[in-house]
Every structure is written in structure tokens, then in C-alpha cells.
């Protein structure tokens, strides 16, 4: 694991990020043959086109797509746990990695109303059976202001001194409380999760959870009705199919939500890609839910799939598409893999599913636990995980992941508000088999790419190479380009002015960029 100087090196780095020179591009570079992690390399000159036969990944001038939200990750309790017992000092280090003015720039979290999984015990804030007028509802949500809230804030704050923006949360139930349930418990669901009778109740909850966390300081952006809302697992659930969910969403959780909270979002799904695009279908289909959606959210756990994103954005083009959960799960983990080290193709799985969001026209892309102890947990279920973050609680040590490093290049790079480019490859490989586990990625895909234009002007490039040897390239843009190569198991990204190629001229006339260029800041040397 990197040690804590190497890490102080890495963040003022990222605190030399500037602007490139007109002519040339600035890289940055993680891999797992050499070593590098996010590792600033020499600028490369940006030449007029030239010949090259080998692989070519092109950036189209000619339109932009979806709009970046951001990146982030999950403010589980046993994230906050975790949180909770490092030494200060490792708590304000782990802090600025993530969302510190020279971390990688986390813009969005997630966090679960009532529990779930991740969680020590089952809880909810209103457990009296039959209070359908949530009479006792806990509006101090005294359990989360134990741990959850306390990290939360810390992270708010952190955001807004590294940009002056605000962190942008997104809500999800595991499982109403038990009393609602038609199994009587939290943990596991029958089908339907939900009892008849009680579809106004837990409308009527949303709001006031939202309201009591309002209290505390922490404002929601979005909610969605449920997570996976297909999986009656054997940790907190609720079933439901995709005529259910809209149903509860079109006649109870929306017009509560609209007249007590209306500028908080509604994503439906919350589950896998492989569905995804039949409940945006049904989505569509109903006037009386679509009126109260904003988009749908979707995990990785069932593979690929991301020609179903893509479907969904072209078919339903005015559906925010958001990526809110992704880890690896202990099955997942290979011999070798240690808690020191993590596995370096755990960063190439996030890196190869967020392209792949990205050019189907996701919006964010949102990491599971921020932050788990030297187990994968705690987790009540045993349901351990990986994440890109690790502490040892016993002895405060902690251990950043190659996940950490592959989110970076995006959430650090593709900033908010960053407008999607067409990218298209040539002469390099395109997996067409069949579906292989999530996150997996070989020299099968080649090279994979994604593209964006920054509100400030820049162009920011993502590249991924599976593969185990280098591979030479040519990167190409309006009529410039450079000739780069990308090491073995190596994530790069490029960053160069619009400027540099004929785009630019164009994007300034649509009245697409701010011409208004960002002060420079520099972090001073440690």
C-alpha cells in the first residue's frame, strides 16, 4: 500500500493540475505492471494528423452528449464505522483523498434510510407496529447521528472547500420496517416485499426521513423507491416487479414527495443492468409514474450489459441514467490478493464498467462502501466486500486499492458539468462474447476510451488497456493528434485545451464553453 508520503506526493501532484499547453496534452497514468498511481508523466505533443495503422482512438468535434453529475461513493454505517474508529489524524487523510481540495474530487454519495446489510443489527426509525400515522417516528434519526450523519457533514464540508459545490446525495430503503413487510422482518422478502395496506404509510415515511436529515444539515438530491427491487435477499428487501414500484411511485410516493419535498429527484430500477432497460420501458409507458421520475439508476452485478444502457438513452433521451452501485464481492477475491495490496484488476474492472456507462450515457457512476474494516465489513449477513479504502481498526492503518486510483481518473478529471464526446476506436480489439462476470476485462476489449468536454475547455480522455504487453496508439482530435502508449494493465488520462483542436471554435460559437479560464492552485510542498 502506498505509505503516507507517497500518498502527500500524489495529492500535490493532483494540486499541479493545470491547464495544457496549447500545443501539447498533459497525462496522467496508473498501472499495474509499473507502479505508477495517478502518476503525473511528461506532457505529450499534440501534432497535425498523421498516418498510423495501428490503434486509433478518434474524438468527434461534431456533437456533445449527457452531462457529467459526478462521481462518489457509499456513507454506509459500516463506512462510517470504519470512519469512526481511525486516529484523527488518518480521518482527515482519508477525508481529503476523497473529497479534499487535492483528493479526486467525489462529488456523490449514497446513503441507506434504515438499514441495510452493511449495517451491525436491522433497525428503522418508527418499529411500533400499526403506527400508520408514524406517530413514533424517531424525527432525531438518532441512530445514524451516531456515526452516518457526523461523516456525512464532514464529507459536505470537505466538498465545499475543495470547489465550493455541494455533495450531492442520492437515498435508498434496503426494507421499509418490519411491520409494513408481508414477511414481518426486515432481512429477506417475500413477493410482493411490501403489504397491501401499506403503501401510504411508507410514502408518508420518505418525507420524513428527508426532513429529519434536512434538520441535521444534510440535504438529499435524490431518493429512489427501493434497492433491487428484484432481490429477495437474505439481508434487508423488499420485492417488487416493475408494475409494483410504479404503481407505489405514481400514486403514493410521488405526489407525497412533490408536496412536501419537490426538489428532491426519483430514480427507479436500483438494480441490474441485464433489467434495466424493461423498467425504463414500463417507466414510459405509465404516464402517472413518469410524471415523477427523473431518470433510473442501475449496479454492475449482472455483468456488462451496457448495449441496454445504451438503448435506454436512446430510446428515453430525457432519462437521467445513473451508475449508483458497484463492488467486489468476497467470491470475487483471488489467491494472492492481500489487504496491503488489494487487486489491481479490481481497478481495471471499475475502469472498464464506468467507460462503458459512460458511452451509453450514464451520468455518474457511484462506488459501494467508501470505506470497510480489514474483514470486508462489518456486515451483519457476512455479505464482505472489497472497497477502495481499507482500515485496519485494530491498528489505524490504511490501505488504498487500485479501485482508488481507477475512480480517480474519472472523478478527478471529468468534472461536473463535463459534456460527453463521440469516441470511436479503430485497429484494436471489441469483446463479443458472451456475458462474463462483473468487472471483468482482458486483452479481449482492446482499447477502451471515453471522451469529455470540461466547462472549462479542456478535453479530458480516458484509456484502458487489459492487456499485458504496452500498446503504441494514436489519439486524435479534430485535425490534431499524439502518438502515446499505455503500459500493460494501465489506465492513462489526457488532458488538453479544446483549443488545440478545430473543435474548439465551433463548441465557442454554440455557446457550449465558458471561456473564463480557472485560477491555478498550488499545494506546497509537504
Known amino acids: 500500500a502506498p505509505s503516507t508520503s507517497k500518498l502527500l506526493v500524489f495529492i500535490a501532484c493532483l494540486a499541479g493540475t493545470r491547464h495544457a499547453d496549447a500545443a501539447s496534452a498533459q497525462l496522467f497514468q496508473s498501472s499495474g505492471t509499473n507502479g505508477d498511481r495517478l502518476a503525473r508523466k511528461a506532457d505529450l505533443p499534440l501534432v497535425s494528423d498523421f498516418e498510423f495503422s495501428g490503434p486509433t482512438i478518434e474524438i468527434s468535434k461534431d456533437s456533445t452528449d449527457q452531462v457529467i453529475q459526478g462521481f462518489g461513493g457509499a456513507f454506509t454505517e459500516a463506512s462510517a464505522l470504519v470512519f469512526k474508529s481511525l486516529p484523527a489524524d488518518k480521518q482527515q ?33 418508527d418499529d411500533v407496529d400499526g403506527d400508520f400515522s408514524l406517530a413514533h417516528f424517531d424525527n432525531g434519526v438518532s441512530h445514524d447521528t451516531e456515526v452516518m450523519i457526523p461523516l456525512i457533514l464532514a464529507a459536505q464540508d470537505k466538498v465545499r472547500e ?11 430503503p434496503w426494507s421499509p420496517p418490519a411491520w409494513m413487510k408481508t414477511n ?43 434497492n433491487e427491487p428484484e432481490n429477495p435477499a437474505g439481508w434487508e428487501a423488499c420485492v417488487y416487479d416493475a408494475e409494483q414500484e410504479l404503481q407505489f411511485l405514481g400514486e403514493h ?13 426519483i430514480f427507479i430500477f436500483d438494480h441490474n443492468k441485464d433489467h434495466v432497460y424493461d ?15 427523473a431518470g433510473v439508476a442501475f449496479h454492475w ?35 494472492g490478493s492481500t489487504l496491503v495490496t488489494g487487486d489491481w ?39 464482505v466486500c472489497d472497497a477502495a479504502i481499507l482500515a485496519n481498526t485494530t491498528s489505524g492503518e490504511v490501505f488504498v486499492h487500485p479501485q482508488y486510483y481507477a475512480m480517480g481518473h474519472f472523478s478527478k478529471y471529468l468534472v461536473p458539468g463535463s459534456k460527453r464526446l463521440q469516441t470511436s476506436r479503430s485497429n484494436t480489439p471489441t469483446y463479443t462474447g458472451a456475458m462474463r462476470p462483473y468487472g471483468t476485462c482482458t486483452a479481449d476489449d482492446g482499447l477502451e ?41 494501465g489506465i492513462q488520462t489526457y488532458l488538453f485545451s479544446s483549443s488545440s483542436s478545430e473543435a474548439s471554435f465551433e463548441m465557442f460559437d454554440a455557446g457550449l464553453l465558458d471561456p473564463v479560464m480557472p485560477q491555478v492552485t498550488v499545494l506546497p510542498n509537504p
Open 279 to 293: 423498467w425504463a420501458k414500463a417507466l414510459y409507458a405509465d404516464p402517472r409514474a413518469q410524471e415523477y421520475a
Open 184 to 226: 414481518g422482518q426486515m432481512d429477506g422478502s417475500d413477493k410482493p416485499g411490501l403489504q397491501d395496506g401499506c403503501q401510504a404509510v411508507w410514502a408518508s415515511y420518505f418525507p420524513k426521513w428527508l426532513s429529519a436529515y434536512k434538520a441535521r444539515g444534510i440535504s438529499i438530491w435524490a431518493i429512489t423507491p427501493q
Open 345 to 383: 484488476a479490481f481497478g481495471e474492472g471499475y475502469a472498464h464498467d464506468i467507460i462503458g456507462d459512460l458511452n451509453a450515457g450514464a451520468t455518474g457512476w457511484i462506488d459501494w462502501n467508501l470505506f470497510l474494516n480489514q474483514d470486508g465489513g462489518p456486515n451483519h449477513v457476512d455479505n
Open 253 to 265: 410516493l410521488g405526489p407525497t414527495l412533490r408536496a412536501d419535498h419537490p426538489d428532491v429527484k
Open 449 to 489: 476510451a471515453t471522451s469529455f468536454l470540461r466547462p472549462d475547455g479542456q478535453i479530458a480522455v480516458v484509456v484502458l488497456n487489459c492487456a499485458d504487453g504496452d500498446v503504441a496508439f494514436k489519439l486524435k482530435a479534430g485535425s490534431a493528434a499524439l502518438h502515446a502508449t499505455i503500459p500493460g494493465h
Open 301 to 335: 452485478y449482472s455483468g456488462d450489459s451496457f448495449d441496454h444502457v445504451a438503448s435506454m438513452h436512446t430510446d428515453f433521451p430525457q432519462a437521467q441514467l445513473l451508475a449508483t452501485e458497484a463492488t467486489f464481492e468476497r467470491y470475487r477475491w483471488r489467491p
Open 162 to 172: 475543495a470547489n465550493g459545490a455541494e455533495l450531492k446525495l442520492i437515498a435508498a
Open 93 to 125: 487523510k482519508v477525508l481529503d483523498l476523497y473529497f479534499g481540495p487535492y483528493g479526486i474530487g467525489y462529488t456523490l454519495g449514497r446513503v441507506h434510510m434504515n438499514s441495510c446489510d452493511f449495517s451491525p443489527k436491522s433497525y428503522s426509525f
